[in-house]
């Protein structure tokens, strides 16, 4: 199993470009998330979906946008670019929805400079 | 509402001797607790979790955590650091949130581990 998997490793955009950050996993699990983690702030859940079709928004969403229209793919969507959107984003995984206690899963991460 | 407090941001301990870092939660109900590692340029890895069953908790890499309930506290303890050991440590608390009732983890604000040789 490669587990959880995120592209691009690095990606650099100017104020205003729109993007997608790619999330795969191969584990069939039902819940997948999206975090930014930012200095001094731990990881922050932009958003989370419990199955294909099901999204909810986390503590920190605006400005993006997600879709889930397999169980497999999750991808974030960055509408309009904008500086403070510079940050490291963590695509996770687990089993279940309302067992909680299972653990999560993380990709790699993708490092986001918007200029 | 749950919050996670990580004590100091940066820990520094010499390779062999005792590594704590501390966590204090708060929660209206019991708690599921978990302690993740992120090594540089990686993503976050589980060390160890508390879900109600034993109060102390053994995790990977020799690391354990103790529940304590009338401290509030999830403190990650390790006998003898080893210069691998070296990362970002983050506490996290799970809870119950949004329509779907699904469980959301929240984190600490992270420690980082320096080992000295």
């Known amino acids: 199993n490669a587990g959880v998997t995120q592209t691009p490793k690095f990606q650099v955009l100017k104020t205003g470009q729109s993007m997608t950050l790619q999330c795969a996993q191969d584990?069939?699990?039902?819940?997948m998330s999206w975090y930014r983690q930012d200095p001094g702030m731990g990881l922050r859940l932009i958003h989370y979906?419990?199955?294909?079709?099901?999204?909810d928004q986390g503590e920190v969403p605006n400005g993006y946008n997600v879709s889930r229209s397999t169980t497999e793919d999750f991808p974030l969507r960055l509408l309009s670019a904008a500086p403070s959107q510079t940050s490291v984003y963590f695509c996770a995984s687990r089993e279940g929805g309302v067992r909680s206690y299972n653990e999560q899963f993380f990709g790699p991460g993708t490092r986001l400079t918007v200029l | 509402a749950q919050s996670v407090t990580q004590l100091g941001s940066h820990v520094s301990v010499s390779e062999g001797a005792l590594v704590l870092l501390r966590c204090n939660y708060s929660?209206?109900?019991?708690?599921?607790l978990f302690w993740y590692v992120q090594y540089p340029n990686q993503g976050l890895q589980l060390l160890l979790k508390?879900?109600?069953?034993?109060?102390l908790v053994k995790g990977i890499n020799g690391f354990e955590a103790e529940f304590k309930k009338s401290e509030t506290s999830f403190h990650l303890t390790k006998p003898s650091a080893h210069m691998s050991d070296a990362a970002e440590y983050f506490c996290?608390?799970?809870?119950?949130?949004?329509?779907?009732?699904?469980?959301?983890?929240?984190f600490g604000q992270g420690t980082t581990l320096q080992v000295k040789p």
């Open positions: 508390y879900t109600s069953a034993a109060t």
């Open positions: 584990m069939n699990h039902e819940y």
């Open positions: 929660s209206s109900v019991p708690p599921y």
């Open positions: 979906s419990v199955g294909a079709g099901i999204t």
């Open positions: 996290a608390v799970s809870r119950y949130y949004g329509s779907s009732n699904t469980g959301k983890l929240i």
